[in-house]
Structures are given as structure tokens and as C-alpha cells.
């Protein structure tokens, strides 16, 4: 079984800095790609960045040139690093990962994460 646990949300003023990161524990091989979501109160959720071994990474228009997602192959580890933050960033922010376990490492299998809550103050 595989978890993914999110963290790095928090209270920041516009203009500020938070670094999210998803971590993939249990039996996990290796992370085949993973994407950032997030969703605002009373809106859809959308999706904010993307990181894939064989597509590259991706991004959301309104946060193009803000964010940047990356990974820790060793660690499991996919990151967030989101700059210059603004009030419209704020919401509650979802890791979807999908991981190929050791247990099954020939299709990988999707995961949520639990959520974490990013409020940007103007």
C-alpha cells in the first residue's frame, strides 16, 4: 500500500513564499508522475503543475514563471515551490501521483494525497 503526504501549506502574505512537498511512503518503486491540483472554496479543482518522466513538467497559466515543480527520485519526494504568491493562490492544494509499487512494478497505480491549505493575506 501506498500513502502520499502532503505538506508546506500555511499563512503567507501576498508576494511571499511556500514550498509544498508530497511524499510517497510504503511500497513504492518509483514515482512514474505526479501532479499538483487545487481547489478554492466554491470552485472546481484545477490543475496547477505537472512533473512526468517522459513528458517534462507543465503548468498552469496562472502560475506560470511562480511555480516550479520538481522531484526527489531517492527521496520520493515531489516538491512545490511556489514564489510571489497572491491571494487568488488561495485554496486547499491535492498531490496526484501515479507510483509503481515493488509489490506491482509493471502498471503504475494512482494516489491522493490528504490536502493541504494554502491562504495568501493581501
Known amino acids: 500500500q501506498v500513502q502520499l503526504v502532503e505538506s508546506g501549506g500555511g499563512l503567507v502574505q501576498a508576494g511571499g513564499s511556500l514550498r509544498l512537498s508530497c511524499a510517497a511512503t510504503?511500497?513504492?518503486?518509483?514515482?512514474?508522475?505526479a501532479t499538483w491540483y487545487r481547489q478554492a472554496a466554491g470552485k472546481e479543482r484545477e490543475l496547477v503543475a505537472s512533473?512526468?518522466?517522459?513528458?517534462?513538467?507543465q503548468y498552469a497559466e496562472s502560475v506560470k514563471g511562480r511555480f516550479t515543480i520538481s522531484r526527489d527520485n531517492a527521496k520520493n519526494i515531489v516538491s512545490l515551490q511556489m514564489n510571489n504568491l497572491k491571494p487568488e493562490d488561495t485554496a486547499t492544494y491535492y498531490c496526484?501521483?501515479?507510483?509503481?509499487?515493488?509489490?506491482?512494478?509493471?502498471?503504475?497505480?494512482?494516489?491522493w494525497g490528504q490536502g493541504t491549505q494554502v491562504t495568501v493575506s493581501s
Open positions: 496526484n501521483a501515479y507510483i509503481y509499487e515493488a509489490s506491482m512494478p509493471w502498471e503504475p497505480s494512482g494516489y
Open positions: 510504503g511500497d513504492v518503486e518509483r514515482i512514474n508522475s
Open positions: 512533473i512526468s518522466t517522459y513528458s517534462g513538467t
